[in-house]
Every structure is written in structure tokens, then in C-alpha cells.
């Protein structure tokens, strides 16, 4: 079977592990810091503030900039998720309002999120679905539009766990002045095992999180002969040297993985575009994706399912659509364009591992049909 997904570990991770743990010194530390001013350099931004997972990232990100208050503040967020994005809304006491999904995209329709901004929008979180950079230009005069309605203009948090490695007009996510929250799961471009970070806009921003992630206390103060005052308290969730060494071992090569899957989905682009019942989501030229996954549109999507099971190639829609949970039931509204592409996306193996030979026997499964 050609797996969906795959761990891409670097080689020399398991010494770079060892030596940490042989080190003594195995929490939030010096590697943990290294790590941080590795990725600020790559992503050309060096607010960051790395976490234990990116749901961490994401509800930390939340507590930061839309929690308290009234118990009416809304988060505006997409249905089409891993549900990991949206439970952190509802961690921090915040009502989800859905925003419909573009077809074309499976990013969230910036029409519907327009139209749904209102005095009571706390926060708004758009997910780079598969890696495609939602277009962020559109939704900074979005935000420019509220500001004049509403006199505020309210905090974006972009969820990239997908999207490592992906550009917007030529500069990577993270560095367009919204709040961007990184995944380094086990089956990210960029695995440290499990782990996160934020990457933020401002130095304040970047000081508050790097101090909440560990209860609200500095990690360089002297506790135990000068215990420091907690302004703010915090959480538990940074990152351990443990995990920072997998990341700094795996960082150079996230490079070529990323490169491979863009490669893989160039391919496909080409050999699958005008295949009967398949339908390609939007290529524009002002953005890169990373391809972590190749999303489809397809008609008889259990068929096609079950010609590719049987021809040993594994694929799935990934992710369900997070608003028909019993736990959300609330929040229900008229989404049509999710409701138009919900049960036609699926995924196809599209990662480093994918050899010449598989791609090709998947093209030709695919197109010979279902």
C-alpha cells in the first residue's frame, strides 16, 4: 500500500536526541532557544515562541487576543479543519461562528467572512487548507473594512499546520502581520516529534507568550533564590531541548521534503487536469503551497475510494468537517459552498516518500477511472 503519510526523520536525529538526553539537561533550554533562532531565520521573522504541539500554539494564540470579557465574543473559523483548530475556540469559553468554505480553495470563502465580522468577532482564524495560503492581501482590506465599521480591527491567527514552507506574494507565512501558529507533529514537513510554535507580529506579543507557555514566569529568572512575581498566569506548554534536537536535525532536509511534494502535486497537476469526474482546487500565482496534502474533488468519492484501495494506494479526506459535531450542534448554520465539496474531497498520496514509479501507477489508476 503507498501510504497518505509518512514520518520524515532526518538521519542524524537519533544522536542529536542522545546527546541531549546524555546532557542532563533535557527540558526548555539551550536547544529550545537554538531552535527558535533557527526557524526565525528561515521564515524571516524572529518572534517566536515555540510550544509543546500547535493546538497549544493555537490556544495560546486565543487566550493571547480574544479571551475574557463577555460571554457573547465570537471566534469566526472554518468548518473544514482538523478539529484540533476549532477546540481551542471552545477551550477558551469563545463561541465559534462558522464561515463557509470556497470550493475552489477549500481555504475559507472570504465573502461569507466579511459578511460575518460583527462588534462581537474577538478573533478570526483561517486555516492554509492542505498548505494553500488563503489570500492574505484580500483579507488585510477585509480587516481594513471592519476597522472603519466597527472602530477595531480584529486579531487573524493563521492555523499553518500545513502549510511549513508555503509563500504568499513571494514571503512565508508568518511575516504578513497576523499571528501564525505552526505544527510540528509527528507527520509534518517539519517533525520534532510533536511540537509547535507561534510566530508573532509584535514584540509584546512575542514576550507575553513566551512567558505564558511555562505558567507566566521568565524561564531565565532565578526561581528558587529570587522567585519572580506571575503577572499573568500561564500554561504548561513549551517545547523540551528533547524535541527542539529532532527539530534542529530535521529543519535542512523539512527543505527538500517540502521541495518533493511540490514536485509530486506539479506532476499530478499536469497528468490529472480534464480526468472525467475529478476536479483540481485553485493554482493562483501570487502564492505557493507546500502540498503537505493533494486535496481533489471527485464525483462517487466511495467509488473512487474503494479503485484505490484495490489498487493499493491509501487516500482519504483527512480531515471531517468539524460542524456536525453533537458538540458544536449550536453553532449550526447554512454553509453551501462546504456543503457543494464536503463529500467529494479526497487526498492522494503526494509526500517525499511517493517514488516515480508509484506516482505513475497512481496517475494511471486514477485516470483510468472508477
Known amino acids: 500500500m503507498i501510504p497518505l503519510f ?11 536526541v542522545a546527546e541531549v538526553v546524555g546532557s542532563g539537561q533535557i527540558g526548555q533550554g539551550a536547544k529550545v532557544a537554538e531552535f527558535e533562532r533557527a526557524l526565525g531565520e528561515r521564515i524571516g521573522n524572529p518572534r517566536v515562541a515555540t510550544v509543546n504541539s500547535g493546538t497549544s500554539g493555537l490556544h495560546l494564540a486565543l487566550h493571547m487576543v480574544a479571551a475574557g470579557g463577555d460571554d457573547d465574543g465570537e471566534v469566526l473559523s472554518t468548518p473544514l479543519t482538523m478539529e484540533a483548530t476549532n477546540w481551542t475556540i471552545l477551550a477558551n469559553r469563545l463561541r465559534i461562528k462558522w464561515v463557509d468554505v470556497d470550493p475552489a480553495t477549500l481555504n475559507v470563502d472570504l465573502d461569507d467572512l466579511a459578511r460575518k465580522i460583527s462588534p462581537r468577532t474577538r478573533a478570526i482564524v483561517v486555516v492554509h487548507f492542505s498548505g494553500y495560503p488563503v489570500d492574505l492581501g484580500r483579507l488585510a482590506k477585509i480587516l481594513d473594512d471592519a476597522e472603519a465599521a466597527f472602530g477595531f480591527r480584529p486579531v487573524v491567527i493563521e492555523d499553518c499546520a500545513h502549510a511549513w514552507g508555503a509563500t504568499y506574494q513571494g514571503r512565508r507565512l508568518g511575516t504578513h502581520g497576523n499571528v501564525a501558529v505552526f505544527s510540528f507533529q509527528a507527520i509534518k514537513h517539519l517533525t520534532c516529534g510533536d511540537g509547535g510554535a507561534l510566530v508573532l507580529p509584535d514584540d509584546e506579543l512575542h514576550h507575553r507568550a513566551t512567558l505564558l507557555r511555562w505558567f507566566g514566569i521568565s524561564r531565565a529568572a532565578d526561581r528558587l533564590r529570587n522567585p519572580p512575581d506571575v503577572a499573568e498566569w500561564g500554561y504548561k506548554f513549551h517545547m523540551t531541548d528533547i524535541n527542539a534536537a529532532i527539530g534542529l536535525a530535521n529543519l535542512e532536509w523539512a527543505e527538500e521534503v517540502v521541495a518533493r511534494h511540490r514536485a509530486h502535486a506539479a506532476h499530478y497537476d499536469r497528468e490529472l487536469a480534464g480526468v472525467p469526474g475529478l476536479e483540481l482546487t485553485e493554482r493562483a500565482q501570487d502564492r505557493e503551497s507546500s502540498f503537505w496534502i493533494y486535496p481533489i474533488k471527485v464525483e462517487d468519492r466511495a467509488g473512487f475510494m474503494k479503485r484505490m484501495d484495490e489498487a493499493q494506494i491509501m487516500v482519504s479526506n483527512v480531515h471531517e468537517r468539524n460542524d456536525t459535531h453533537t458538540c458544536v450542534r449550536r453553532y449550526a448554520t447554512l454553509l453551501p459552498g462546504l456543503d457543494s465539496v464536503a ?8 509526500g517525499w516518500w511517493v517514488t516515480e514509479e508509484q506516482r505513475a501507477h497512481i496517475v494511471e489508476t486514477v485516470r483510468r477511472g472508477w
Do not use: D, T
Open 343 to 350: 463529500e467529494r474531497v479526497v487526498c492522494l498520496p503526494v
Open 6 to 16: 509518512k514520518v520524515p526523520m532526518s538521519e542524524s536525529a537519533p544522536a542529536a
